[in-house]
């Protein structure tokens, strides 16, 4: 082989090499994909739908907004979930219904689907689908909770309301527990 061409697949190789790591460096360290296995986030991410999280979207806990989407870890698991309430909020929920500093999320009745209630919410000034089985089931365990959210953590809800693990069963999520925004 020539030494012209050794070079030049030496060099590609290299180059090969550079955008692999890149790859790699930018899946590790900025985006991540995760694979949503319930659907506690019905309708808005479909239980099997691959979804992508951006680890750089908060560098501190004021970085959060009302109705972000963000996977968070509790317990080695990862979950999805959308941010109803911020530090110093107070959260009360009575089934479906969510009250945010004591006004109730108006809900706008949109279709049928899957046998489920699907509503447009609003939250400050975003709108977006949530869904409940009504009436509400009595073999539904659904907590009514009340509670002002600590500093430095945040009430997280499914959107599928009367079908998610959420902050009404474990509380509210703390700021280091959040891993990045949904990108949607």
Known sequence: MKKDAIWSLAGGIGGALLVVAGLVALRVSVLNPYSVPSSSMFPTVRAG???WGYKLAYRKPADVHRGDLVVHRLNQ???VKRVVG????TIRTAGEKVYVNG????QRPVRMEDGLNVFTESL???SYEVAAKLPVPRDLPIPNVSITVPADSF???GD???NSFDSRHTGCIAWPQII???LQ
């Open 77 to 79: 698991e990862i979950y």
């Open 49 to 51: 739908q691959t979804i």
């Open 155 to 157: 009430f997280l809800l």
């Open 86 to 89: 911020l530090p110093g909020d």
């Open 103 to 106: 006004t109730l999320l108006p």
């Open 124 to 126: 400050d000034g975003r």
């Open 160 to 162: 599928n309301r009367t």
């Open 180 to 182: 990045g925004r949904i």
